[in-house]
């Protein structure tokens, strides 16, 4: 089986599991897609611990599909589900079932946007020698790219996805670049928020992250502020 087929078969088992997820979480809990669009528009933490202890058992499975379906659509908060997970579970496991359902997540909406935007992108691409150079250096780096931009905390999911979707970067690439990328960041989402709902007990490590989170994005700033100039100046 060569390359494009292989990519095409996984394709397919990505619709058809999706598809299968979707009815099945319907079927199982008519509510439960309205309820998902309410914490997550919401921000009710308390909320959202409640509703997952309420499963029991059951609450990593409707944890992992919340959290599959919210990174698919992009553009809705993942921070009150990785709090609760926290919460609910512990830090540890909180950490992994996080990071498990935001990168499945991200991989499949890339798969279902990659398939719908891919070749209207290549038209737009044609047209311009800055997109085309743009879009061949996503080839080529798209893996280092990708791992960096997942590694970023509380960057916008649906954007990251949107670029990886339109770029050159193999789904392979993709694939590996956000569940080594998507860790870090998971990772501290999920303390961050544990440690914003139990505040009193965690002050110190709570502004020792923060802290660190501003450093890394004024670097970032300052960096691509440097390049700004230099490529002016030149």
Same mark, same amino acid.
Request: overall charge positive.
């Given at each position: ?6 990519e ?5 088992t ?6 299968i ?15 998902? #669009?309410?914490?997550? /528009?919401? !921000?009710d +933490? $308390?909320g959202? &611990? ?7 058992v059951? =609450? ?17 908060p993942?921070?009150?589900i990785s ?13 992994v079932?996080? #990071?498990?359902?935001? /990168?499945? !997540?991200? +991989? $499949?909406?890339? &798969? ?5 935007l891919?070749s209207? =992108? ?17 080839g080529?780096?798209g893996?280092?790219?990708m ?10 999911s649906?954007?990251i ?7 050159? +970067? $193999?789904?392979?690439?993709?694939i590996?670049a956000?569940?080594l ?20 007990e ?12 501003t ?16 490529g002016?100046?030149?």
């Amino acid at each position: 089986m060569n390359k494009t087929n292989r990519e095409i078969v996984v394709k397919l088992t990505a619709v058809a599991m999706l598809a299968i997820l979707v009815v099945s979480a319907y079927l199982a809990k008519p509510d439960l897609f309205a309820t998902i #669009w309410y914490l997550a /528009t919401s !921000g009710d +933490i $308390s909320g959202t &611990i409640e509703f997952l202890r309420s499963f029991g058992v059951w =609450a990593i499975v409707i944890s992992i599909i919340i959290d599959i379906l919210i990174n698919m659509v992009g553009f809705l908060p993942s921070i009150f589900i990785s709090t609760a997970n926290g919460i609910v579970f512990g830090i540890g496991p909180g950490i992994v079932i996080s #990071w498990f359902a935001e /990168t499945i !997540g991200v +991989i $499949s909406s890339f &798969i279902l946007m990659r398939t719908v935007l891919r070749s209207s =992108a290549e038209e737009l691409i044609k047209k311009s020698k800055m997109l085309q150079k743009i879009d061949e250096f996503s080839g080529s780096s798209g893996f280092q790219m990708m791992l960096i931009a997942r590694m970023l905390p509380y960057f916008p999911s649906g954007i990251i996805t949107a670029l990886g979707a339109v770029s050159r +970067i $193999s789904l392979k690439d993709y694939i590996l670049a956000n569940f080594l990328g998507k860790l870090p960041s998971t990772a501290l989402e999920v303390v961050v928020g544990y440690d914003v709902v139990n505040y009193q007990e965690n002050q110190l490590r709570l502004a020792l992250i923060v802290f660190g989170v501003t450093v890394i994005y004024g670097l970032l700033w300052w960096h691509n502020k440097s390049k700004s100039k230099n490529g002016q100046s030149n």
